[in-house]
């Protein structure tokens, strides 16, 4: 039960986020892109959200703060298309092929690192829509059509632009003056660097394990199952001195945090919380707690106004959303396993990928574990988190994916050259692409963070630190343990002498 000044402060936070996060992600496309190029990219963007709005409305979708939340990442996330094509344009361009031919073969070399890494995305989204429920389940189907359409417009609708824009011979350019070298000669090591990317990520992944097994994680009522109430008040409150006043109508010392401003907390009680019909009770418990703090408002005024949310979950449904995100998480990682294996013929790529999402993942739950009761903010575990660790998995595959690919392009090109060579030519290649993917999704989320209200900001938390791990891991996790598991057989074929390899 949600009242209707938080429902209005939440929807108008959410669209301001949405609107701020999708003007700094088309001014960013223009700057880094040049205008002509940008513009393109920004024109399909904006048809994409057109396309996902009217999806949503003819699906009759009801648009959750998680919805918007899925909304805005897409955004994010759908410059990773438009980015993998220019840059692989651009790598024509510099190889001496005209502009016509150079987009031609642009958009058909990053065919299949966009399918890949976007199929690996709507995995995530298929299994939490089918899995989840309530707000995960809105956050999935707008993440699911988001992907679809962004897919659609980056591919066809910018292309078509290119065409037309081609036949009137209009000067096309994919980088600006100030852009144009930018990680285009970068030949940094990251193989040779693998030990140092091993220590730090062991040491996170031990502190994380040992502070989840010592100070564990605080788990949200989805898990736990309780009531919840967000409280607002005319004055700052002390959230010991409330937890202290409804000790003895709750029987027990209930769970009291600060919500956003200083005059709103958020209570946490397991009271009578197997019996729904009790919820009458609990409302004139509460404001009979907490009647010193608002002298001259009578319990019904309270109780409309003051109380501007609640929620309870019973202990079976909270069994039920348990056992739900173990199967979602479980069954994403064994789907995401096998499209890797079927795609690139190798287990070892599987592997590379699935340590680099645990590695993650851990990382994550640590930091929650670490910071709880830190931030401003509810560091709870719950249905919304489960949601933003599925969408890490997804976009760290994601760029995972998209390095692999070019790896697996470049092996039998450079047939001469070590395994360690190619694999750091094929990281270096691709590090322009990640980088500036990493950075307009992280501008997102900060943007989201700042102004998508207090409802989603423990969520939005997660994925923001999920999704810097996750382009971390991609360079120094995932490739890395594709090399330790290859390299070996392929270096000693290498070493095979010209005469012997050509008898073989």
Not at 461 to 480: D, E, H, K, R
Request: hydrophobic share 50%.
């Amino acid at each position: 039960v949600v009242g209707p000044s938080l429902g209005k402060a939440a929807i108008k936070s959410g669209l301001n986020s949405f609107i701020i996060a999708f003007i700094i992600v088309l001014l960013y496309m223009i700057f880094y892109y040049s205008r002509s190029a940008g513009l393109v990219a920004d024109i399909a963007m904006t048809v994409n959200v057109f396309f996902m709005m009217g999806v949503l409305v003819s699906l009759n979708a009801v648009l959750t703060l998680p919805g918007i939340a899925g909304i805005v990442l897409t955004i994010g996330m759908s410059v990773d298309a438009n980015v993998l094509i220019f840059e692989r344009i651009k790598e024509e361009l510099k190889g001496g092929k005209g502009i016509k031919q150079a987009i031609a073969d642009g958009y058909k070399g990053a065919s299949s690192a966009i399918i890949d890494s976007n199929v690996t995305t709507l995995l995530t989204g298929v299994i939490l829509y089918y899995f989840g429920t309530g707000p995960i389940k809105g956050f999935a189907s707008t993440l699911v059509i988001g992907i679809i359409t962004s897919l659609f417009s980056a591919v066809l609708i910018s292309r078509l632009i290119y065409e037309s824009l081609l036949k009137k011979n209009v000067s096309l350019k994919f980088s600006a003056s100030y852009t144009q070298n930018f990680m285009s000669n970068m030949k940094i090591d990251f193989v040779g660097l693998r030990k140092y990317g091993y220590i730090f990520s062991i040491a996170l992944t031990i502190l994380s394990i040992v502070t989840l097994s010592t100070k564990g994680i605080s788990k949200g009522i989805d898990f736990t199952g309780g009531r919840t109430y967000v409280v607002n008040f005319q004055k700052p409150v002390n959230t010991a001195e409330v937890a202290d006043l409804l000790s003895d109508e709750l029987e027990g010392d209930p769970l009291v945090v600060t919500f956003g401003s200083d005059n709103q907390v958020k209570i946490s009680t397991k009271f009578k919380v197997n019996e729904p019909e009790a919820t009458t009770e609990v409302n004139k418990l509460i404001y009979s707690g907490l009647k010193d703090l608002v002298p001259g408002v009578d319990e019904t005024t309270f109780i409309n106004e003051y109380i501007v949310s609640s929620e309870t979950v019973g202990p079976t449904i909270a069994r039920d959303i348990a056992v739900k995100a173990v199967w979602a998480i479980a069954l994403a990682l064994v789907g995401m396993f096998l499209y890797i294996l079927i795609r690139f013929r190798k287990w070892q790529y599987g592997l590379g990928s699935v340590v680099a999402l645990g590695h993650d993942v851990i990382i994550v739950l640590g930091l929650y574990s670490i910071l709880q009761g830190v931030m401003p903010f509810s560091m709870d575990i719950d249905q919304a988190f489960i949601a933003a660790i599925l969408t890490v998995v997804g976009y760290s595959l994601n760029d995972t994916v998209v390095i692999f690919d070019r790896i697996r392009e470049y092996l039998p090109l450079y047939r001469k050259r070590s395994t360690k060579e190619v694999y750091n030519m094929a990281l270096n290649s691709t590090l322009a692409r990640t980088l500036n993917t990493g950075m307009a999704t992280i501008f997102v989320l900060i943007v989201v963070f700042i102004f998508g209200g207090e409802v989603i900001r423990g969520f939005i938390f997660a994925l923001l630190f999920g999704i810097v791990f996750g382009t971390y891991s991609s360079l120094f996790i995932s490739t890395p343990v594709l090399y330790e598991t290859t390299h070996r057989k392929d270096e000693d074929a290498d070493a095979v002498p010209a005469e012997t390899g050509k008898k073989k």
